[in-house]
């Protein structure tokens, strides 16, 4: 491609800048930040600075200490610790040496000023700091550490961990996203110990983890540094435990049970109950040294077999869920030289599943048994380059691949169907058999190095500068055909009602298709198995924290990321740059810095999805053509006429490697933040913070279908089938989507035995009138670029609350400890949650285009038969809010030095809050009403079920993934 002249400039620049930073040392590797750094100011009693000073830190956590001296300003940094509890020692000659103990969070920054007193005789000072209160930290960083967070009535994985942080939530179309700062869910980043765990398709990330191995989350909501990229939406950082000089383990087990979470009000009146199975998964870890202070080994494994019982939607019928779960973890860390660590990893996740098909299958025809083998290896190399340079390395390997996931029948009765939401049912539901084809296994897998260098640089009057510069090179994988069925066919049409309004079963027990002319489609698939899309990010950043005096500090930084794409039968290759900055500004209100403003300025490019990024390769996109029905009218699976491809006209199709092209110029979407903030520590371990955040997404890969882009006449092995308008894919600021929200954070510490801690976001605004993902459907582009002339901009794609719009989000917990002396010690932690209620649109699908809009055909190949039609702006409709009170009790008893069994009980959703949240929201156009200019329907007739409740997730869930009123969660262990 062809850059523009200014990205040119600064693509230049950045790299002249990063080559000069590097010119004094060998480049190594590491992603992020996944260590802390302690920085500070040494001044004398009369606060002149103290260059030369002598800094060292020690802590279990680290192998060996690590030393620093001041800069000509006073000013010194120890970068690259692991998080955990340290002694901090100050010493100069002629002056007395003092010794602060600390806690280092993860991938933060704490500041430690430290006067030194005059030495009139041999004297130390040893004082003890505490967690430090965050408001000196970036402002859209929260640190979560498990040995807190474990006793909590919370989830241990990192994406239920990261839900207690504000300016992000969980209402996404799939499960284990999360939606950080009104972004897309599919464009978030999870990193474990610097390597990205994400799903290639999806962004959830992947089960390479064991939970009671887990060290610290950090969540980065807004202000992230330019040391990541790949992301438009937040960072959840996480790691992991990696052993110490003392032996350490532990052993937990997990017990769940359906029976134990009481049955939801569709499930009573339907006269069901939670069956009672006992669900256990095993979980232990070990850590300790080999050689003291030179090598430690840190080692786990867990067992899950768990059981959950389901309701499928719409037709009550029940199921069950299996999920055999089993991970290894081993980690090995040692010191080659002094300050010079090599740690290597490998973890494997399998998993055999039984599940539907998708979310939204209705029926126990969909049941899959899926397999997901998942492995990860790492090696990672940290160490000091002198006293003031440090340098990180990092290579790893992730590998997952989905087998048996769909159906192996061939014959076409066995196809899966598709509701269109035409005939008083909703759309998007399926049934009949399981979707996608177990002929055609899927992987997804990633390479990632990256490279990063330290250098602290001091000069009198222009202040001391810590710089920092990296690069990284990250590929991600996907082999698949994504071939959607394995008869070659999807049947898009409704199910019967029966005289109640509910779904009407034939004899065998089975949903009755209609086929009507005119309505009923069929999809004929032509997948390549087989084909595979690389898309390639080499990216370089550089960083400056400049500290400009005793209250105003900077971080300056920008990101260059070029990416590249190769896929199997693609037409036009992307070749993109986008250059981001980085900004932050802080100052000390007061002269004590205990009161802290602060301002970020900053650019996202998303990552660039191989979903969205492939359209015109073979790889995930199969040639398709779309076939709507011309009769005879008939129902049920014994209906032959209605499986009888010949009784289908072709309506419409897309052939990605033949009418499917992209601009020369494409990128990844940007996202420009502003925000500020402003934090108080008012001492006694009492902090506030507050925040404003400010988003707008530009430039969303969208593709257009006009007559100016032409038309293709399609041949495929021999066959014509006949001229296809062109879709072409072009940046374009047409789809909206602009967020801004403020929110608040406070806790406070009482001597170690009580903690309150809060969070609160309200969304002012999270708007738009692109969606941009669907349940297992990620980077999906809208109509609002084809047949221009044809489409009302509002009536079928208005402006207005987007689908993750939530007002309000409330999180208050506390944790109180009882010291029972000999009888152990008792935690309890309540929590309290709010959400206030979601919306949604009441928008028709599937209504025909009218006489009028038919009549401004300007001469298109195939225009389509129908849109959706809204009734009032996005998001008119309003869902109720909910709030939950949860409590956790930890009960533990010391019974030799180390050893220590406990038993925990959580109680989520402890008052069995059974509030309906969502509901039915099924309309369909009226076509006796009023009509407006374009002889579109202005009223609309609500579904049989609209309102109702009709899955048990319409009712208030005790936690991201679960349904059900009160639920119990029993776990016991021991720990030494």
Request: net charge neutral.
């Amino acid at each position: 491609m062809s850059l523009i002249k200014g990205d040119l400039v600064m693509r230049r620049l950045l790299l002249s800048v990063a080559a000069a930073l590097l010119a004094a040392a060998t480049p190594v590797f590491a992603q992020g930040e996944q260590a802390g750094t302690i920085r500070g100011r040494l001044a004398s009693s009369d606060g002149l600075p103290l260059p030369g000073a002598t800094v060292s830190v020690a802590s279990p956590a680290l192998q060996g200490t690590r030393s620093t001296a001041a800069d000509v300003n006073g000013v010194y940094v120890v970068i690259g610790l692991p998080s955990g509890e340290y002694e901090v020692r100050f010493e100069l000659s002629g002056f007395a040496t003092a010794a602060r103990r600390v806690t280092v969070p993860l991938g933060s920054t704490l500041v430690l000023d430290q006067q030194l007193a005059i030495a009139t005789v041999a004297e130390s000072v040893d004082v003890k700091a505490g967690p430090p209160a965050p408001v000196a930290t970036a402002a859209g960083a929260v640190n979560l550490r498990v040995s807190e967070t474990e006793q909590l009535p919370v989830g241990r994985t990192p994406f239920l961990i990261a839900e207690l942080s504000p300016g992000l939530t969980d209402n996404t179309p799939n499960q284990n996203q999360l939606t950080v700062g009104g972004g897309l869910a599919y464009d978030s980043l999870f990193l474990v110990d610097g390597v990205d765990v994400n799903d290639n398709v999806l962004a959830q990330p992947n089960g390479l983890f064991i939970e009671d191995g887990i060290e610290e989350v950090q969540v980065l909501s807004s202000g992230v540094g330019a040391e990541y990229g790949r992301f438009a939406g937040g960072v959840v950082n996480v790691v992991t435990k990696s052993g110490s000089n003392l032996f350490s383990g532990a052993f937990r087990t997990n017990l769940s049970n359906p029976s134990w979470s009481n049955e939801t009000p569709r499930e009573k009146s339907l006269n069901i109950s939670r069956p009672s199975k006992l669900s256990p998964t095993y979980e232990a870890t070990l850590g300790g040294p080999v050689v003291h202070d030179r090598l430690w080994f840190f080692g786990g494994t867990r067992i899950e077999r768990s059981t959950t019982a389901g309701l499928f939607s719409q037709t009550n019928l029940p199921f069950t869920s299996t999920n055999h779960n089993t991970r290894y973890e081993g980690k090995i860390t040692g010191t080659l030289a002094p300050g010079q660590t090599l740690q290597g990893t490998y973890i494997d996740n399998d998993s055999d599943l039984v599940q539907p098909a998708l979310g939204a299958s209705i029926d126990p025809k969909t049941m899959t048994t899926p397999s997901t083998p998942n492995g990860l290896a790492v090696a990672t190399w940290r160490g000091a380059v002198g006293r003031r340079a440090f340098a990180t390395a990092q290579y790893s390997q992730k590998t997952w691949k989905l087998m048996n996931q769909g159906n192996t029948s061939t014959n076409i009765v066995d196809s899966p169907f598709l509701t269109r939401g035409v005939l008083g049912v909703p759309g998007g539901l399926q049934y009949n058999a399981p979707y996608f084809d177990s002929t055609d296994p899927e992987s997804r897998n990633n390479r990632q190095a990256t490279a990063s260098l330290s250098y602290l640089l001091g000069r009198r009057g222009i202040g001391s500068h810590e710089l920092k510069t990296g690069f990284e090179y990250f590929v991600s994988t996907r082999r698949t055909g994504n071939s959607q069925t394995s008869t070659g066919y999807v049947f898009q049409t409704d199910y019967k009602l029966d005289s109640t309004s509910h779904p009407a079963l034939d004899a065998n027990g089975r949903l009755i298709p209609r086929f009507v002319p005119g309505n009923t489609r069929l999809q004929t698939w032509m997948p390549l198995r087989g084909a595979v899309v690389d898309v390639t990010t080499e990216s370089a950043f550089v960083t400056d924290r400049w500290t400009a005096g005793p209250r105003w500090t900077f971080d300056l930084g920008a990101r260059l990321e070029h990416v590249s794409t190769d896929a199997t039968l693609q037409t036009q290759t992307v070749s993109a740059n986008t250059v981001m900055p980085r900004l932050t500004a802080n100052y000390a209100v007061t002269a004590d810095g205990r009161t802290v403003a602060q301002a970020t300025y900053g650019h996202y490019s998303g990552a660039y999805n191989g979903v969205q990024f492939s359209r015109n390769s073979a790889a995930g996109n199969a040639d398709r053509l779309v076939s709507g029905y011309i009769g005879p009218a008939g129902e049920g699976l014994d209906f032959a006429p209605g499986f009888d491809p010949a009784n289908y006209v072709v309506i419409g199709g897309a052939f990605p490697t033949v009418n499917v092209f992209f601009d020369s110029n494409l990128t990844s979407p940007v996202t420009r933040e502003l925000t500020l903030a402003l934090g108080r520590d008012f001492g006694r371990g009492l902090w506030a913070r507050g925040r404003y955040v400010r988003r707008r997404a530009t430039d969303f890969v969208e593709d257009f279908i006009t007559m100016a882009d032409g038309q293709t006449t399609v041949v495929k092995n021999g066959v014509n089938f006949g001229a296809f308008d062109n879709s072409v894919y072009r940046n374009s600021d047409l789809p909206k989507r602009d967020y801004d929200a403020v929110d608040l954070q406070a806790a406070w510490r009482q001597n170690g035995a009580f903690s309150v801690s809060g969070q609160w976001t309200v969304q002012v605004r999270n708007d738009g009138n692109f969606e941009g993902e669907a349940a297992n459907n990620p980077a999906i582009p809208s109509i609002i670029g084809d047949y221009p002339e044809l489409y009302v901009a509002n009536r079928s794609f208005p402006m207005g609350h987007l689908d993750d719009f939530q007002r309000h989000k409330l999180r208050l917990w506390a944790a109180y400890s009882v010291d029972m002396h000999r009888a152990g010690r008792l935690d309890l932690s309540p929590m309290y949650r709010y959400n206030s209620g979601r919306t949604f649109s009441y928008v028709a699908a599937a209504v025909p285009f009218t006489a009028e809009q038919l009549a401004a055909n300007p001469g298109y190949a195939r225009v389509p038969t129908s849109q959706p039609i809204f009734f009032g702006e996005r998001g008119a409709g309003q869902f109720r809010g909910y709030a939950l009170a949860d409590l956790a009790a930890t009960w533990s008893v010391p019974i030799a030095r180390s050893l220590k069994p406990w038993v925990k009980v959580e109680v989520l959703n402890a008052l069995n809050n059974q509030k309906l949240i969502s509901w039915d929201t099924t309309v369909t156009a009226d076509p006796n009403g009023p009509k407006d200019a374009n002889g579109l329907p202005l009223a609309y007739l609500t579904g049989a079920s609209f309102g109702k409740a009709t899955r048990n997730a319409d009712y208030a869930r005790p936690r991201a993934g679960l349904d059900g009123g009160r639920t119990y969660f029993l776990s016991l262990g021991v720990r030494f």
